[in-house]
Every structure is written in C-alpha cells, then in structure tokens.
C-alpha cells in the first residue's frame, strides 16, 4: 500500500527561505504549504492538519514564540521545528518547553533540514510503535476491563479476547449466557472498540415489545399500513444505520417474522410493514440470547437458517457462580461506582461478608451481586460492609436445582413452572414488591411479569 504523503508547513517572513525550502521539500516528497508570518500560520492550523512544521523565531506581527503560544493544544498532532538566525541556548530551551521538537540554526545546508526531519520522523514512528506495543502487552498481560465489565478470570479473560478480535470486523455476534449475566454490556464493548463507534449503538428487547408491533418496530411502517400508522416510520434498523442493532433476548422474537429477519441479515435491506419497495441499510447486528436455541429449534420454535446466520461469532459468557474468582474485583468496581451516585462513603468488605458472597450460588449473576452491594451499602452504618448488610436468602449456598420438587417426574414444563415461580418470587422480595425493577431484575416485560404472577397465583 502507498504510503501517505507527510505535510508539512513552513512559516516564515522571507520569501526567499519559503521558496528555496518549499522547492527542496517538494522534492523529498512532501505535501508543502507555507505561511509569511505566525497570524497566518494559526489560520492554515486551523484549516489542515501538518506533521510537522517548520517555524522562523523572528518575524513582524506575531514571532515564533508567539505563535506556539497560540497555537497551544492545537500542535499536539504536529512535531514542530524552529528555524533562528539568532540561535541561543535560551530560545532554544523556551521553544521546547513551548512545545516544540527541535531547533535548528540558520544558515544551513539543505542536507541538515533533511536530515532533522527524518529525524523527527524516525521519533514519530518510534512513538507509534511504543503505543502499539504497550497495546499488545496489556491484551496478552490480560487486561481486567472490556467496556464496562470487569474480570480476571480465565472464562472472561476469554470473553474478552475474543470480543476484542470480533470488534475490528462487521460480523454477526450471538451472545448467549444466563440473565444477569452482562450480555448488553459485551455489545457495548464490541461497538465501542468498532470502527462504527462515532455511529450508534440501538439496543431492542425482543422479548419486551408485543407481538402485533415487533415487525413495525424493527423494519418501520408506512402511513396507513394499519390502523393507527397516520404517518411514515423509519424502523430500528433504519435508526442504526451506520452504527450496531443490538437485538437482546433475540430466542424471543415471533416465529412468523424470523423468515423476514433472515432476509434482512441476508440482503441487506429493510422493507417496512405496508411498503412495496427494500431500504439498504449498512447496520451492525449484534445479537444476545439466554435461551438454548438448539433445544428452541428443536422444539420447532426457531429456525435453524437463522440460528446459523446469526451464530458466525458466538460468544458465551460464563454465569457468576462458575467464575467466583471475580467477586472481590467486581465488589471493588461496583463500591466504587455506587460510592459516586449514592454519595456514600463505603471503603471495603469485611472478610466475613465476603465469605458469604463467595458461597453464594447467585442465580441472578452479575445483576443480584450489584443490587446486593448496593443494598448493602444503603443499609450500611459503618465504612465497612458486615455479614448483617446483605440478605441474600435461604438459596445462598445451595445448588439451585435442590430447590426444584422432582416429584412430579420428569416433565421441563412442571419444572420450569416451579423455577419461574421461585425466581419471580424472589426478585419480588429482593425489589420489596417493586414489580417494575423485578421485570427488569428478571429481564422480562411488566406485562409478561404480571400475567405469570397471576398464573402462579403470586400477590
């Protein structure tokens, strides 16, 4: 690949100087443009972006001193070389601690300007190389964060290599872990480390909006197309356009639209509900799942062409009791965080408590261990988080399938019943009752939770 032309910028008040070095630098192979004092020189900053800049101390209006002054963070990109035919060590030194890279006396000979520059350019590339390899060591020392998760564990020092990998390309992602367990926060991460991060990032539950509205949703409606549509609506791909669609609980999503979805995937393009002609759209999609999708499609309730389409980079995060080597660091990260909205001043947890946040089998993952400590810290008296802080319920240590009566025999459905109710059961109490927050504790819509409280016969 050719490699991009350098800019350079020359600012001086002789005409001569300008000329003779324009016409020497044009042909090394620079891109030269040239300014007759410090005022124009800020004005051509303003307009392009130089790698470097070749400046004259002494000129009328504004110097040479003046103008890195001015320039300030402006010159951050640029490195910047100062010409004198008044050299002293004193300018000198004032220009570097004014930013500037070098210094040089006039007269001089065409081969020393050369030669400066490519010096400059040798600690250019030098710099870049240093970022890169500290880059480098941080990935393969196993950095502790990925957007806003942390981990040290061997299972999400895995989730977050890969998830750096997959981020430099435009593949569809599949998510899969249990509810809590931060799917949307790797999404995040991915756009974030993307090339398509100044774009955005459209996060949808699948599983939260109705049926009848979900095709219109993602792929718009045009006026008319039902009762109701008495205007023309761009869809959710459509809003993501340039950027990611994050589809979460995509395992959710009706059976009658997934041919359409596949399409899209497929294609490229969205038609809206009522519509006779497709939209290109250049969207991202990233999708999230806590369902089994294989036992789904067995079951006849997922196709198998989708699965495929959207599994190409399957990503699984690990559920909380099987990386408990992560708890104190995600205790510190979310103290530290909380401390900042709570306004609290919460310095550690007492090595009894954290005894029991270790046992604990956390079935609601990483969401139950945030709201724990932020209940805790809420009932706190003290800078230190006590055993006496958290409730955390009878379920701390045992293994949650304990809890399930198999007396009934073998039946998933009896047995998914009993779990529902348990866990709905819980979040209510963890809430005190908020139906709301438990919805979202159990990343469920509120009228789904109210109508399965209803079916279990909760209050």
């Given at each position: 690949?050719?490699e991009?032309q350098?800019?350079?910028?020359?600012?001086?008040?002789?005409?001569?100087?300008?000329?003779?070095?324009?016409?020497?630098?044009?042909?090394?192979?620079?891109?030269?443009?040239?300014?007759?004092d410090?005022?124009?020189?800020?004005?051509?900053?303003?307009?392009?972006?130089?790698?470097?800049?070749?400046?004259?101390?002494?000129?009328?209006?504004?110097?040479?001193?003046?103008?890195?002054?001015?320039?300030?963070?402006?010159?951050?990109?640029?490195?910047v070389?100062m010409m004198?035919?008044?050299?002293?060590?004193?300018?000198?030194?004032e220009?570097?601690?004014?930013?500037?890279?070098?210094?040089?006396?006039?007269?001089?000979?065409?081969?020393?300007?050369?030669?400066?520059?490519?010096?400059?350019?040798?600690?250019?590339?030098?710099?870049?190389?240093?970022?890169?390899?500290?880059?480098?060591?941080?990935?393969i020392?196993?950095?502790?964060?990925?957007?806003?998760?942390?981990?040290?564990?061997?299972?999400?020092?895995?989730v977050?290599?890969?998830?750096?990998?997959?981020?430099?390309?435009?593949?569809?992602?599949?998510?899969t872990?249990?509810?809590?367990?931060?799917?949307?926060?790797v999404?995040?991460?991915?756009?974030?480390?993307?090339?398509?991060?100044?774009?955005?990032?459209?996060?949808?539950?699948?599983?939260?909006?109705?049926?009848?509205?979900?095709?219109?949703?993602?792929?718009?409606?045009?006026?008319?197309?039902?009762?109701?549509?008495?205007?023309?609506?761009?869809?959710?791909?459509?809003?993501?356009e340039?950027?990611?669609?994050?589809l979460?609980?995509?395992?959710?999503?009706?059976?009658?639209?997934?041919?359409?979805?596949?399409?899209?995937?497929q294609?490229?393009?969205?038609?809206?509900?009522?519509?006779n002609?497709?939209?290109?759209?250049?969207?991202?999609?990233?999708?999230?799942?806590?369902?089994?999708?294989?036992?789904?499609?067995?079951?006849?309730?997922?196709?198998?062409?989708?699965f495929?389409?959207?599994?190409?980079?399957?990503?699984?995060?690990?559920?909380?009791?099987?990386?408990?080597?992560?708890?104190?660091?995600?205790?510190?990260?979310?103290?530290?965080?909380?401390?900042?909205?709570?306004?609290?001043?919460?310095?550690?947890?007492?090595?009894?408590?954290?005894?029991?946040?270790?046992?604990?089998?956390?079935?609601?993952?990483?969401?139950?261990?945030?709201?724990?400590?932020?209940?805790?810290?809420?009932?706190?008296?003290?800078a230190t988080?006590?055993?006496?802080?958290?409730?955390?319920?009878?379920?701390?240590?045992?293994?949650?399938?304990?809890?399930?009566?198999?007396?009934?025999?073998?039946?998933?459905?009896?047995?998914?019943?009993?779990?529902?109710?348990?866990?709905?059961?819980?979040?209510?109490?963890?809430?005190?009752?908020?139906?709301?927050?438990?919805?979202?504790?159990?990343?469920?819509?509120?009228?789904?939770?109210?109508?399965?409280?209803?079916?279990?016969?909760?209050?």
């Amino acid at each position: 690949m050719k490699e991009k032309q350098k800019k350079i910028l020359i600012v001086d008040d002789e005409e001569n100087m300008r000329h003779m070095l324009q016409t020497m630098l044009k042909r090394y192979g620079y891109a030269v443009s040239t300014a007759s004092d410090g005022a124009r020189g800020l004005a051509e900053i303003d307009r392009n972006s130089f790698d470097f800049i070749l400046c004259d101390v002494k000129m009328p209006q504004m110097n040479g001193m003046e103008f890195l002054k001015a320039a300030g963070d402006r010159l951050l990109s640029s490195t910047v070389i100062m010409m004198s035919a008044y050299g002293s060590i004193d300018i000198a030194i004032e220009a570097m601690k004014l930013g500037a890279y070098d210094f040089i006396s006039k007269p001089f000979k065409n081969e020393e300007i050369r030669l400066t520059i490519k010096k400059a350019e040798e600690r250019e590339r030098l710099k870049r190389e240093n970022l890169e390899l500290k880059k480098r060591i941080r990935r393969i020392g196993g950095d502790l964060t990925f957007g806003n998760m942390v981990g040290k564990s061997t299972a999400m020092q895995g989730v977050f290599s890969m998830a750096l990998k997959v981020a430099r390309f435009d593949s569809t992602v599949l998510i899969t872990g249990e509810s809590g367990t931060g799917k949307e926060l790797v999404a995040q991460g991915i756009h974030r480390q993307s090339e398509r991060q100044s774009s955005p990032m459209v996060p949808v539950n699948c599983a939260s909006i109705p049926e009848s509205l979900i095709e219109s949703e993602l792929f718009g409606h045009v006026k008319g197309a039902f009762t109701g549509a008495d205007k023309d609506k761009k869809g959710l791909f459509e809003i993501a356009e340039g950027g990611t669609l994050f589809l979460d609980e995509i395992g959710d999503i009706p059976v009658s639209l997934q041919p359409k979805l596949l399409r899209v995937l497929q294609e490229s393009e969205v038609r809206p509900v009522g519509g006779n002609k497709s939209t290109t759209v250049n969207v991202r999609v990233i999708a999230a799942t806590s369902k089994d999708l294989e036992s789904e499609i067995a079951n006849g309730n997922f196709r198998e062409d989708l699965f495929y389409r959207l599994n190409v980079v399957p990503i699984e995060l690990p559920p909380l009791r099987n990386r408990v080597d992560d708890i104190p660091l995600l205790c510190r990260f979310f103290i530290t965080r909380l401390n900042d909205s709570l306004g609290s001043g919460i310095k550690n947890i007492s090595a009894a408590a954290m005894a029991i946040l270790m046992k604990h089998n956390w079935p609601g993952n990483v969401r139950e261990l945030e709201n724990a400590i932020e209940r805790a810290m809420v009932l706190a008296d003290s800078a230190t988080l006590e055993p006496h802080n958290f409730s955390l319920g009878s379920s701390g240590s045992e293994d949650p399938d304990s809890q399930v009566d198999y007396d009934e025999g073998f039946s998933l459905k009896v047995a998914r019943a009993k779990l529902e109710d348990r866990l709905i059961r819980k979040a209510l109490a963890a809430t005190d009752g908020n139906r709301t927050h438990a919805a979202n504790m159990l990343e469920i819509s509120h009228p789904s939770l109210l109508s399965k409280m209803k079916l279990y016969g909760i209050e």
